[in-house]
């Protein structure tokens, strides 16, 4: 989970960013870092010009990342369903696969090399 993907779910000023950010510097390994930049950058920003796709994305991963997240940092949140669980341990899982397989650092956006 990240900041872009939060502003783009939520809104910069958002408790749901700031869950974000706190998981993904806690949990998050560089490996799961380099393939969630590389596919979350471009969703985040189709997510703030399309607000149907943006909805689609929140409702179906993101909300679930955020509750799945605040859960494990003991945050007062609404807690996860065990279906949030499921979806948010498989999507960390896959992101661990894809960034072990990514042999070169990402560069995302802004510059930042990961």
């Known amino acids: 989970m990240d900041s872009e993907s939060g502003e783009a779910a939520y ?7 700031d869950i ?9 390994s ?3 870092l380099r393939a969630y930049f590389a596919v ?3 969703v985040a920003a189709r997510m703030q010009q399309d607000e149907a796709y943006r909805m689609h994305i929140r409702t179906h991963l993101t909300d ?3 509750r799945y997240g605040a859960a494990v940092l003991k945050m007062d949140y609404p807690p996860p369903s065990a279906a949030d669980v499921k979806c ?3 999507f960390i899982e896959q992101l661990e696969r894809v960034g072990a397989e990514m042999t070169q650092p ?3 956006a ?3 090399v990961i």
């Open 20 to 28: 974000a950010r706190c998981f993904r510097d806690r949990f998050l």
């Open 64 to 66: 679930k990342l955020v």
């Open 106 to 108: 990402f560069t995302r």
């Open 30 to 32: 560089t490996q799961a």
């Open 88 to 90: 948010a341990r498989a």
């Open 40 to 42: 979350y950058e471009p």
């Open 110 to 112: 802004n510059g930042e």
């Open 11 to 17: 809104g910069p000023q958002s408790r749901e960013v």
